[in-house]
Nanobody, 125 residues
Framework: QARLVESGGGLVELGGSLTLSCVAS????????MGWFRQAPGKEREWLSH????????HYSDSVKGRFTVSRDNAKNTMYLQMEDLKPEDTGVYYC??????????????????WGQGTQVTVSS
């Protein structure tokens, strides 16, 4: 059983930057492809990014492409989401997810095996 814990959220001004972390315990992160999702107030949960188990391939939604960068350090059992040029519409709870390596990057939220509890990001204008 893997446990995922996100951190790094907070309040940031328009155009600012934040880096989120997702630390895994219980299982080696290298066994999993990883994803980031977010849920804004009153909106459905949105897929943001995916990184394969060795970090050789990444994918992004159009809403964050060019501004967010996903990376991972399997030795530290940690995945990161570097967020730049933040906008008010980036406000929401950010979640990391894990699925067995080799899983498609197009997995829906429900198709992942593990989910974190989320970290709040608020972008003020």
């Amino acid at each position: 059983q893997a446990r995922l814990v996100e951190s790094g959220g907070g309040l940031v001004e328009l155009g600012g930057s934040l880096t989120l972390s997702c630390v895994a315990s219980g299982r080696a992160l290298s066994q999993y492809g990883m994803g980031w999702f977010r849920q804004a107030p009153g909106k459905e949960r949105e897929w943001l990014s995916h990184i394969t188990w060795l970090g050789k391939s990444t994918h992004y939604s159009d809403s964050v492409k060019g501004r967010f960068t996903v990376s991972r350090d399997n030795a530290k059992n940690t995945m990161y989401l570097q967020m730049e040029d933040l906008k008010p519409e980036d406000t929401g709870v950010y979640y990391c997810t894990a699925a067995p390596r080799g899983s498609s990057w197009t997995l829906t939220w429900e198709e992942y095996d593990y989910w974190g509890q989320g970290t709040q990001v608020t972008v003020s204008s």
